[in-house]
Nanobody, 124 residues
Framework: VQLQASGGGLVQPGGSLRLSCAASGGTSSDYALAWFRQSPGKAREFVAALRWGGGRYAYADFAKGRFTISRDNAKNMVYLQMNSLNPEGTSVYYC??????????????????WGPGTQVTVSS
């Protein structure tokens, strides 16, 4: 599976941004797709995840109520809609996948496939 994230950029505090992740090379309904982020000097941090076939969604506490993960199976795309962004949201965002949903969806080590990140900067 190849993943390619896009949609990053500069946004003002309180603003919104939608990230996209294109998945190619074959996915199945059991696949888990996730977004992580990493800032300089910090560990990679879980943001949100979903099961490709539906029925499973998960969010980090900081993302609940502000971020929404979604998918378009026909286009093989996963999205992360981010609202009410604050400077703490400044980070490189990564799309990740594994072949099966797991209860450890928040652990970066559980994911086999990673795409190059996209930079998000929240600043006035």
């Amino acid at each position: 599976v190849q993943l390619q994230a896009s949609g990053g950029g500069l946004v003002q505090p309180g603003g919104s941004l939608r990230l996209s992740c294109a998945a190619s090379g074959g996915t199945s309904s059991d696949y888990a797709l996730a977004w992580f982020r990493q800032s300089p000097g910090k560990a990679r941090e879980f943001v949100a995840a979903l099961r490709w076939g539906g029925g499973r969604y998960a969010y980090a506490d900081f993302a609940k109520g502000r971020f929404t993960i979604s998918r378009d199976n026909a286009k093989n795309m996963v999205y992360l809609q981010m609202n009410s962004l604050n400077p703490e949201g400044t980070s490189v965002y990564y799309c990740a996948a594994r072949i099966r949903w797991t209860v450890n969806y928040g652990s970066a080590g559980e994911y086999t496939y990673w795409g190059p990140g996209t930079q998000v900067t929240v600043s006035s």
